[in-house]
């Protein structure tokens, strides 16, 4: 009731959620409210969560910001939300994302672009803005999102709260609607590291519903917070610290890194010398697999159909025209170039092989170091509808989170500080797969 009345109060600044769902959070709660009288609470009990509109729930709208999806009701659950819910969490409703989660603003959002909860007329971040925007603003306790290329990362660092990306096949992907299927994750955005911690035990293990999920156990997150940073070697990459990097970020990460030292940890200068190419090979692998999974949008099988079509190819013309926004289209565009017949080499597999060498940089440096820390975007949050007609712009904005996807490794970020203006500025930190363990800890030793 609270966590309403907070949402009744702010969100019209705010404008976070795409669907609530009032009395289905209201029923849940009371039902939590029994499970822990009779002493049946699950670790989740009765904390309300917001879900990114890209997570399939069942009985309730699933939209991808998208006009696509404008009507859909999904008829399951996620594995990922079957599990909050086992565990007695309360869904408030769905937030507002970039479509199909392409965008690093939530400004490509069809139904309404959240603000960040810091600035009125800032970008909140994204694709996962919504989520960040209502953790931040206090409108739930916590936010499940996807991180493809740093989507959870991303606008936790300009909202100023935790999220994080767990290694590739850590958490389910089943009931994620698909962008990019070999760089898609879930992970929570969170109020601070425990909270972070309490949601990734629930949310990761394996899935036989995802021949991607990991067979491996799954450790006790929160347990070893306060373990301290004794021994732990953390590298500095300098390529994280090159040209366009805003000088009052540098200083606050730098200031965080500090911090680990006090705490601790090593801190080495380390190479990860292809980072430069990991915006160029990203925006071939991300868009060639998105056309490829968005193929399935035709206006036969889910979502939107023109209906004044007259032949098949028209409708299906007609559908995805009308249905998809232009960065959609224009992500569409790219992949099917990139992985036609005459440019797969030159494009596609000349990427791919390029994500290999940024994979081996990553090995070599987690051969020698526990984990690597780093900004998370160049600058802080932007003024809605700056530079939102010059797509590359926004696509290096993404420039320190992508390798992490390519890679699979984990990544977190972290609040660090805030600008002079008043805006908040994460720090992030990656670790070897699977090793959310130390990333969680580490970024315990910084709230
Ligand atoms: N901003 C990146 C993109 O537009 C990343 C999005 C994401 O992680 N979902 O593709």
Redesign the pocket.
């Known amino acids: 009731e609270a966590l309403l009345e907070r949402i009744d109060a702010v969100e019209d600044r705010v404008k976070a959620y795409l669907h609530l769902d009032r009395d289905g959070a209201l029923a849940r709660a009371a039902e939590a409210d029994s499970e822990r009288r009779e002493g049946r609470a699950g670790a989740l009990c009765g904390l309300p969560l917001s879900i990114k509109d890209v997570l399939c729930t069942e009985g309730l709208p699933t939209t991808c910001g998208s006009r696509m999806l404008e009507n859909f009701i999904p008829p399951y659950d996620a594995t990922v939300i079957r599990r909050l819910k086992e565990e007695g969490a309360v869904l408030l409703g769905k937030v507002a994302m970039?479509e199909f989660?392409?965008?690093?603003t939530s400004e490509n959002c069809a139904f309404k672009v959240p603000e960040n909860p810091w600035k009125p007329g800032y970008v909140a971040g994204?694709?996962s803005g919504g989520s960040a925007a209502s953790v931040a603003a206090g409108e739930c306790l916590a936010s499940l999102g996807?991180?493809?290329?740093?989507?959870i990362r991303q606008p936790a660092s300009l909202c100023s709260v935790v999220g994080m990306k767990p290694t590739y096949g850590r958490v389910s992907r089943f009931g994620l609607v698909a962008?990019a299927s070999s760089l898609d994750q879930v992970g929570p955005l969170a109020r601070d590291v425990a909270d972070c911690a309490l949601l990734m035990n629930v949310i990761s293990g394996y899935d036989p519903r995802d021949s991607t999920s990991v067979n491996r156990p799954v450790p006790d997150y929160t347990a070893s917070l306060k373990d301290g940073l004794g021994g732990i070697r953390i590298g500095v990459p300098v390529e994280y610290f090159g040209a366009g990097l805003d000088p009052e970020v540098e200083k606050t990460v730098r200031a965080g890194i500090d911090m680990l030292r006090e705490a601790g940890a090593e801190i080495v200068e380390v190479s990860l010398p292809h980072t430069q190419y990991c915006v160029a090979v990203y925006y071939l692998i991300?868009p060639a697999e998105a056309s490829s999974n968005l193929a399935r949008f035709d206006g036969v099988r889910y979502g939107y159909r023109n209906m004044e079509a007259d032949s098949l190819i028209d409708m299906y013309c007609r559908s995805r025209s009308e249905g998809f926004g232009d960065e959609v289209k224009r992500r569409i565009l790219i992949g099917t170039y990139a992985l036609s017949a005459g440019y797969y080499d030159a494009y596609y597999k000349k990427a791919s092989q390029v994500r290999t060498l940024i994979m081996e940089d990553y090995q070599k440096v987690f051969s020698s170091c526990d984990l690597v820390v780093s900004p998370v975007t160049p600058t802080p949050a932007w003024k809605i509808g700056y530079k939102s007609d010059d797509p590359l712009a926004h696509y290096l904005s993404?420039i320190l989170t992508i390798s992490a996807n390519l890679a699979g490794v984990p990544g977190i970020s972290v609040p660090a500080g805030f600008s002079s203006d008043g805006l908040p500025i994460g720090i992030q930190m990656q670790a070897a797969h699977f090793n959310e363990e130390v990333l969680l800890r580490a970024a315990w030793n910084l709230e």
């Open positions: 970039d989660a392409m965008g690093s994204g694709s996807s991180d493809t290329g740093g989507s962008f991300a993404d």
